[in-house]
């Protein structure tokens, strides 16, 4: 029936939506290795506006320890420090005059063991938004008119396996990010 196909193809988009989210939400997590997108969504002074720092400048990682960056504009290496220091991500910036350095220190095993919670706790989210979307998506199957019990038993079904493949999806997630925050 087209109308179970529809809230399917629904399901199937808000879960990817869900996971997704949890992607980029383990992204942020340091885990220890410089990562440009550590950064992402420090915003810099820029004129009287506030813009992302990636709009500003060009970021390099030379080694697995140091973030580079290079403002387009030299008089911004300060306001750029600043941002970075307001942000209170646990970096502490340094410039030469032509670039904000960013050394990465070393992450301790207590720290580590945080970030490991942290993982869990993000990816424990990401499986709640998959299971009540499971929920919401049967409550809206079983409302449809006219459709068999067979046909609503099916799409049950077919939920469930969406909301496995995609719990499975998570775990994979989170056992890579937790496996990159403790290697030394």
């Keep these: 029936m087209e109308e179970i196909e529809l809230y399917l193809e629904d399901a199937k ?13 383990l992204v942020k997590i340091r885990a220890g290795k ?20 990636n709009q500003v400048s060009s ?8 973030i ?15 941002a970075i220091m307001a942000a209170n991500i646990g970096l502490t910036p340094q410039n030469d005059g032509q670039q904000v350095i960013i050394n990465i220190p070393m992450l301790t095993e207590e720290r580590r063991k945080q970030l490991v919670k942290q ?12 299971r009540s979307i499971r929920k919401e ?15 609503i038993k099916n ?15 998570i775990d994979g997630l989170m056992k890579k990010k937790e ?6």
């Design 119 to 130: 993982v869990a706790q993000e990816c424990e989210h990401g499986k709640v938004s998959v």
């Design 179 to 184: 496996a990159e925050i403790m290697t030394v």
């Design 137 to 151: 998506t049967n409550e809206a199957l079983k409302k449809i008119k006219g459709a068999s019990e067979d046909d």
């Design 34 to 53: 410089a990562n440009p997108s550590m950064l992402d969504g420090i915003m810099v002074s820029y004129y009287g506006a506030l813009s992302p720092l």
């Design 13 to 25: 988009d808000r879960m990817n939506k869900a996971i997704n989210h949890v992607a980029n939400e």
């Design 155 to 169: 799409a049950e079904e077919t939920v469930q396996k969406l909301t496995d493949d995609f719990i499975l999806k």
């Design 68 to 82: 580079f960056i290079k403002p387009w504009e030299k008089n911004l290496i300060q306001e750029i420090e600043k």
């Design 59 to 66: 970021m390099t990682t030379p080694d697995a320890r140091s």
